[in-house]
């Protein structure tokens, strides 16, 4: 094990070797790419495994799969899901699960449902502050995908009612701005045992992000099988506190570039932000031994 560990550790952010990628968005969330361009640029990033890690949706991965045949990248089911702990919006990563699972199908359909009633009333609430949006801006930008604040900011910049992506979330869509609100959102046991029902394994996606080392321990305790320890909002230092939580709780990890196709200015983060396949094999094992 120890020497498993230190062999992974050189291993992480090297380029040699065959490197997964488990965390990707596409344009059934708030990626720019479709699934197929994602398998093409993964392939022109010499990764040999994806995961594509759509908010609330798995619609784009049958077409990833497809596409990977052609470039013998293999491509491992996932999503991501939102949760609510204490009122925090916590983002866990999903994967190996059955996504033809009709439980799990119906979830997300429901979640994707919530979100567009939600954009409404963001949209409602800009309005009442004298910013003209309209619904179907927001709906443009999320084309087929599912509708989020992501896309709010975009269809705000867009309009040119926003200097920035950012500065929408600062002044207008992020928690605590005047237009912000919450999406529907299941606890972190729920989630995981939803996953778990569909044959999954459940992560803490990117935590020093913005969760709390307290909030870390509870959410170990909601069932989660791992944490994402690969991840642009982690140096050096928190992916070795996190692989010590790994090792300490004798959970899983994963890792991965949230690579959004460019959109939020990540164009650079495809082929850096990886993992090696050993980490791939260590959920196998876990669910099928
Ligand atoms: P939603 O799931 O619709 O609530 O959107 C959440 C997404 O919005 C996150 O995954 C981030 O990509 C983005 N986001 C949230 N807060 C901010 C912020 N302050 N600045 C930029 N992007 C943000
Ligand atoms: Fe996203
Ligand atoms: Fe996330
Ligand atoms: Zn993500």
Redesign the pocket.
């Given at each position: 094990m120890g020497n498993k560990r230190n062999e992974l550790r050189e291993n992480t952010n090297r380029s040699d070797g065959p490197r997964a990628d488990l965390h990707l968005h596409t344009t059934y969330s708030?990626g720019a790419r479709t699934p197929k361009e994602i398998v093409q640029r993964a392939h022109a990033a010499n990764l040999s495994v994806i995961a594509i890690t759509d908010?609330d949706n798995v619609g784009g991965i049958d077409e990833a799969v497809e596409e990977g045949k052609s470039f013998g990248i293999e491509v491992v089911t996932g999503v991501e899901l939102?949760v609510a702990l204490n009122d925090k919006?916590i983002?866990l990563l999903a994967f190996f699960f059955d996504h033809n699972d009709k439980k799990l199908l119906d979830y997300l359909s429901f979640f994707r449902y919530e979100?567009l009633k939600?954009a409404e009333r963001i949209v409602q609430k800009l309005n009442d502050i004298n910013i003209p949006l309209k619904l179907d801006a927001v709906l443009d930008q999320a084309g087929v995908g599912?509708?989020?604040?992501?896309?709010?900011?975009s269809a705000l910049m867009e309009e040119g009612l926003t200097g920035t992506?950012?500065e929408?979330?600062?002044r207008y869509?992020?928690?605590g701005a005047p237009a912000y609100e919450r999406?529907y959102q299941l606890s972190p046991v729920e989630a995981t045992q939803l996953i778990t029902q569909a044959g999954g394994l459940s992560f803490l996606a990117h935590p020093g992000k913005y969760t709390t080392d307290l909030e870390l321990s509870t959410l170990i305790k909601s069932g989660l099988d791992g944490i994402e320890v690969v991840h642009p909002s982690h140096n050096e230092a928190r992916q070795e506190f996190y692989r010590g939580v790994v090792d300490q709780y004798f959970l899983l990890e994963c890792g991965g570039s949230d690579y959004?196709g460019g959109k939020?200015n990540d164009e650079n983060v495809l082929g850096v932000y990886t993992v090696s396949l050993d980490i791939v094999e260590d959920m196998r094992n876990r669910l099928f031994s």
């Amino acid at each position: 094990m120890g020497n498993k560990r230190n062999e992974l550790r050189e291993n992480t952010n090297r380029s040699d070797g065959p490197r997964a990628d488990l965390h990707l968005h596409t344009t059934y969330s708030d990626g720019a790419r479709t699934p197929k361009e994602i398998v093409q640029r993964a392939h022109a990033a010499n990764l040999s495994v994806i995961a594509i890690t759509d908010h609330d949706n798995v619609g784009g991965i049958d077409e990833a799969v497809e596409e990977g045949k052609s470039f013998g990248i293999e491509v491992v089911t996932g999503v991501e899901l939102s949760v609510a702990l204490n009122d925090k919006d916590i983002h866990l990563l999903a994967f190996f699960f059955d996504h033809n699972d009709k439980k799990l199908l119906d979830y997300l359909s429901f979640f994707r449902y919530e979100r567009l009633k939600r954009a409404e009333r963001i949209v409602q609430k800009l309005n009442d502050i004298n910013i003209p949006l309209k619904l179907d801006a927001v709906l443009d930008q999320a084309g087929v995908g599912s509708v989020g604040r992501p896309h709010i900011a975009s269809a705000l910049m867009e309009e040119g009612l926003t200097g920035t992506y950012h500065e929408a979330f600062l002044r207008y869509i992020g928690a605590g701005a005047p237009a912000y609100e919450r999406k529907y959102q299941l606890s972190p046991v729920e989630a995981t045992q939803l996953i778990t029902q569909a044959g999954g394994l459940s992560f803490l996606a990117h935590p020093g992000k913005y969760t709390t080392d307290l909030e870390l321990s509870t959410l170990i305790k909601s069932g989660l099988d791992g944490i994402e320890v690969v991840h642009p909002s982690h140096n050096e230092a928190r992916q070795e506190f996190y692989r010590g939580v790994v090792d300490q709780y004798f959970l899983l990890e994963c890792g991965g570039s949230d690579y959004h196709g460019g959109k939020k200015n990540d164009e650079n983060v495809l082929g850096v932000y990886t993992v090696s396949l050993d980490i791939v094999e260590d959920m196998r094992n876990r669910l099928f031994s």
